[in-house]
């Protein structure tokens, strides 16, 4: 069905007609989730991110629970900068489909530029759904960048004590850390597992303060894999494939605790 919409937008627009043709200006006259899709396709291959969120909108107040409609509403809310509402919406997405690949790399994406902790705990969790596609193994690239990456610049000292959210990367313990074992070359500290294990061990220690969705969603999981001694399992497992095989084997369902 979509790709007949797609096909029928494609003919209206190379014969000249415009997009009200089929009604994409007019969303109060669209009944259905494949068209607003369709539509709000249309309107984002021409650059008009504003148009393709009313559309996404307008979608959403006759269908609801449309996984597209949502996902396209969060897209294009970080593609028009408000990466505020589009962690919303994406945090709400991966509550109900906690084991959809594409939403925790969307998620980690907001974040790879401006909260190290953040980003790796999302792309993490893209990476153990599903480590053999491409974007498992291009979020291990990111993954690897980000556990290499010194902190982009000094922020003043804050009241640690009055933190009561995930804010390890405002006062900087695990970015501060990973930088000066980053800067060890020769230890055998470099390799993938130490450097997880690293992280997982702040989390641990930094667990008292698991308030918001990245305490209570992802970082239990990491928590439990450092606690039982997994990490090099863990390590293994989203980076080597050997012979089309893993050395390590694990099952992950973010679904459950």
């Not at 200006?25 to 504003?50: G, H, M, T, Y």
């Not at 109900?96 to 925790?104: A, M, V």
């Not at 209570?216 to 997994?230: G, M, S, V």
């Amino acid at each position: 069905m979509t790709f007949i919409l797609y096909m029928f937008l494609g003919f209206q627009f190379l014969n000249g007609q415009n997009d009200s043709s089929m009604n994409c200006n007019k969303p109060s006259e669209i009944n259905q989730k494949q068209v607003f899709v369709a539509c709000i396709d249309f309107k984002k291959d021409r650059l008009n991110f504003r148009e393709a969120l009313v559309l996404a909108q307008q979608g959403m107040r006759k269908f609801p629970y449309s996984y597209h409609l949502r996902l396209n509403k969060a897209l294009l809310l970080e593609s028009l900068g408000n990466s505020r509402a589009a962690e919303k919406e994406l945090i709400g997405l991966i509550y109900l489909y906690p084991n959809r690949q594409e939403l925790h790399n969307y998620l980690g994406r907001i974040f790879y530029e401006t909260n190290k902790s953040k980003a790796l705990l999302a792309l993490l969790s893209s990476i153990a759904l599903d480590p053999d596609n491409e974007i498992g193994q291009e979020n291990l690239i990111f993954v690897k960048r980000l556990l290499d990456r010194n902190p982009l610049r000094e922020k003043p000292s804050v009241n640690r004590s009055s933190l009561t959210s995930f804010q390890i990367d405002d006062f900087e313990i695990i970015n501060q850390r990973l930088s000066r074992l980053s800067k060890n070359k020769t230890t055998a500290a470099s390799k993938l597992e130490d450097r997880l294990g690293l992280f997982f061990e702040t989390l641990n220690n930094y667990k008292h303060r698991k308030e918001g969705f990245f305490w209570e969603f992802y970082a239990p999981h990491y928590i439990n894999i450092y606690k039982k001694n997994l990490t090099k399992d863990f390590a293994n497992y989203i980076s080597e494939n050997q012979n089309g095989k893993r050395s390590a084997q694990m099952k992950f369902d973010f679904g459950t605790k």
